[in-house]
């Protein structure tokens, strides 16, 4: 399973853009980038993937390097609601090992 | 649209005891997946089901845990026995492709909280 590298923890305020990093060197071209965050006392909840392009949803956009060797993950505008641990996955591989791999991710603590 | 749905939400037993965990998917999900998530690490793939096959059960401690599902539905993850270091979340997610899309969504349920005493 192709690896990612995210900080331990970041710290932002309320209302200011978050920008979470994910490096990924070893990614393949056909590896989906994919981001989950997982809220306190709950299952994982998806955010958004990506393959080149960069991406917008109502929950984040995901911004892709030209060299596919990174990415990140940027909240608009950040609330309470988005304190988290965030993963960044790299999803890909032969027909039947497309496994969603977990790291550590990154806890991301917003202040008031 | 409901999602999924798991039970019992903790449970605590005593070591050697059994236990299982009981899993409801997205209405139409084909694939189901169950995984283990241990304080203060990100969740471990346990068993991945399409319909009611097994894909991949490669990181299943298969001396003690065993998952069924039937009728390609339901999903029940059985531990027998239990060891101290099972104590951990047990989340269960489901999907709606055949597990092998890669740009595919997983949805997770809130996870059973064990602890072996």
């Known amino acids: 399973d192709a690896k990612t590298t995210q900080p331990n923890s970041m710290e932002s305020n309320e209302e200011e853009p978050v920008h979470l990093p994910c490096n990924h060197s070893t990614i393949s071209g056909t590896d989906y980038i994919h981001w989950y965050r997982q809220l306190p006392s709950q299952g994982p909840e998806y955010v958004i993937h990506g393959l080149t392009s960069n991406v917008n949803n109502r929950m984040a956009s995901l911004a892709i390097a030209e060299d596919r060797k990174s990415s990140t993950l940027i909240l608009h505008r950040a609330t309470l609601r988005d304190a988290a641990v965030y993963y960044c996955?790299?999803?890909?591989?032969?027909?039947?090992?497309?496994?969603?791999?977990f790291g550590q991710g990154t806890r991301l603590t917003i202040n008031p | 649209e409901a999602g999924v749905a798991q039970s019992p939400r903790y449970k605590i037993i005593e070591k050697r005891q059994s236990v299982a965990f009981w899993c409801n998917p997205i209405?139409?999900?084909?694939?189901l997946y169950w995984y283990q998530q241990i304080l203060g690490q990100g969740p471990k793939l346990l068993i991945q089901f399409q319909n009611n096959g097994v894909v991949d059960d490669s990181q299943l401690p298969k001396d003690r845990f065993s998952a069924e599902r039937l009728k390609g539905v339901d999903s029940t993850l059985k531990i027998q026995p239990a060891k101290l270091e099972d104590s951990a979340v047990y989340l269960c997610?489901?999907?709606?492709?055949?597990?092998?899309?890669?740009?595919?969504?997983?949805?997770f349920g809130s996870g059973t909280q064990l602890s072996v005493l």
């Open positions: 209405s139409g999900h084909a694939t």
């Open positions: 996955i790299l999803r890909g591989g032969i027909q039947g090992a497309q496994k969603l791999v």
């Open positions: 997610a489901s999907s709606s492709s055949a597990g092998f899309a890669t740009n595919e969504k997983l949805f």
